[in-house]
């Protein structure tokens, strides 16, 4: 007889506390068991990468406002003095965000603390440039801004950087890749399903064709984006700006400034800009994760009919007590990681279009969820990549598929029998009910279908023409299509 199991240890003094492990232990799976998948995102959505964007907009907003002779009496900065302040974003690292997190902990204000930070470096120019007029400016560090006009353009820049330089480079790798599979199984016949029924033949290089296709047009959409940003004050006024210095056209340079950012400018908003933009993106990229998701089901599809076979890897496991297995893991893998990523970024889209009134802090919290978003579509496209380099179209398997199925003839029979009709040929009456009657709910194999065609009194080309005709045979133009249409 033996014991039953015993439960977990229920006191912390039973067991090892994992929050208190060194180094710490990820609590989710894109920070531990696939962060080499979605590594290239942490230079752009972390919330190192948030401070580090933070403290480059201030830098730039106080070289701004110093060298194009903004405020009246501020410092013309020098170009050593200039190199300087861009050198802190650049070397912003591990002990600077160790740094910087000592200061959050006393103003219990994450822009602050970089305003703070800022600072610092600037007292102790002199030391490390010898005379120098940057302590003269250092007011001029977050002059006239509320948080957010920093925020929401240091957002632009890091969701602007994470797209065009690692999500869409990543799908669209994935994207070409299904375009040259396409390619090389154009030819390859195959019996579509519709409705999970035989229907019309098609080749299996077509049909990945179309995910292609949908998928490309999406990047198109992605690629065109605009990230906008604004810079005009607590409401949106300009309130302080006008106050403390009249005399500049303080929406040409907030304009001026954004766009030296390489963003949009957005000339009217409240005291947040509006994130419509964003939502657009991510609708856009939610898009492309549903077409993916698309893929990833039907060739799990085409795996289980047998239409794809797997190459084992060496070593690898696909059950632990069935041997023999190898599951189709990696596009399982994807939808999941697909359906996460949808439901993040629906959920961002959602929210960041409203904001009460004049501003309210759910787009604080929200905006923090842009890197899980992005990082479980950049998992979900590298178990993709992974997937399909492991396929081998098993062409025998669909050859056989398709004969026996000679049913499916039905609609080009019929469809040539409509066209005999109309150019005056007697006896073409009734053509799908005819065939319906054949074919509808029966397997109809070659000799039966040849024999049917032979009683029909077609013109001698046509009917040559149909009786030479097999499931194999009949798929239209669908190679021409992947040719003509794909690239």
Not at 230 to 245: F, I, R, S
Not at 295 to 314: C, E, K
Not at 423 to 440: F, H, I, Q, S
Not at 453 to 473: C, K, Y
Request: charged fraction near 20%; include cysteine; charge should be negative.
């Amino acid at each position: 007889m033996t014991s039953p199991a015993q439960p977990a240890p229920s006191t912390t003094a039973a067991r090892v506390a994992l929050a208190d492990v060194t180094p710490p232990i990820a609590l989710g799976p894109l920070d531990g068991r696939y962060r080499a998948a979605v590594a290239p995102l942490v230079d752009h959505l972390s919330e190192a990468a948030l401070n580090r964007a933070r403290i480059h907009v201030e830098v730039e907003w106080l070289v701004t406002l110093c060298n194009e002779a903004v405020v009246p009496g501020a410092p013309v900065l020098t170009d050593a003095e200039v190199a300087y302040l861009r050198q802190i974003p650049a070397t912003f690292g591990a002990d600077e965000i160790a740094e910087l997190a000592a200061i959050e902990r006393e103003t219990v204000h994450d822009v602050k603390a970089v305003e703070y930070f800022i600072k610092r470096r600037i007292a102790k120019a002199p030391e490390v440039l010898g005379t120098t007029s940057l302590p003269a400016a250092s007011e001029l560090v977050h002059f006239a801004c509320t948080s957010e006009d920093i925020n929401n353009l240091s957002y632009a820049l890091m969701v602007a950087g994470a797209i065009r330089e690692v999500w869409l480079p990543a799908a669209s790798a994935l994207t070409e890749q299904i375009a040259d599979m396409a390619r090389e199984l154009a030819d390859v016949p195959m019996l579509s399903r519709t409705h999970g029924q035989p229907a019309t033949p098609t080749t299996l290089g077509k049909e990945l064709a179309v995910l292609a296709h949908r998928l490309r047009r999406q990047l198109r959409r992605v690629g065109q984006a605009e990230f906008l940003g604004k810079l005009n004050g607590a409401t949106g006024t300009y309130g302080a700006h006008v106050v403390a210095v009249p005399g500049a056209d303080w929406p040409a340079v907030s304009k001026a400034f954004v766009e030296g950012l390489g963003l949009t400018w957005n000339p009217l908003t409240t005291q947040i800009e509006s994130h419509d933009w964003q939502a657009e993106v991510y609708a856009d990229v939610a898009r492309y994760n549903r077409i993916l998701h698309n893929l990833a089901t039907d060739v799990w599809t085409y795996i289980s009919m047998g239409f794809f076979t797997q190459i084992p890897v060496a070593g690898a496991t696909g059950s632990s007590t069935m041997p023999h297995k190898v599951n189709p893991i990696r596009f399982e893998n994807a939808e999941a990681n697909l359906e996460i990523s949808c439901s993040l970024l629906d959920t961002l889209g959602a929210t960041l279009v409203t904001s009460r009134m004049q501003r309210d802090l759910t787009d604080s919290t929200t905006q923090r969820n842009i890197g899980p978003a992005f990082g479980h579509s950049l998992l979900a496209i590298d178990n993709v990549q992974r997937g399909l380099k492991a396929l081998h179209a098993n062409a025998d398997l669909m050859a056989a598929d398709l004969d026996e199925n000679w049913e499916v003839l039905g609609e080009p029979i019929q469809s040539a029998m409509r066209a005999a009709s109309v150019a005056g040929v007697p006896g073409m009456e009734n053509p799908y009910e005819r065939l319906k009657d054949l074919t509808r709910g029966q397997r109809v194999d070659a000799a039966r279908m040849r024999e049917f065609i032979g009683t029909l009194g077609l013109p001698s080309d046509v009917e040559a023409r149909l009786a030479a005709l097999t499931p194999a045979s009949y798929t239209g133009l669908a190679s021409r299509l992947v040719a003509d249409y794909l690239g």
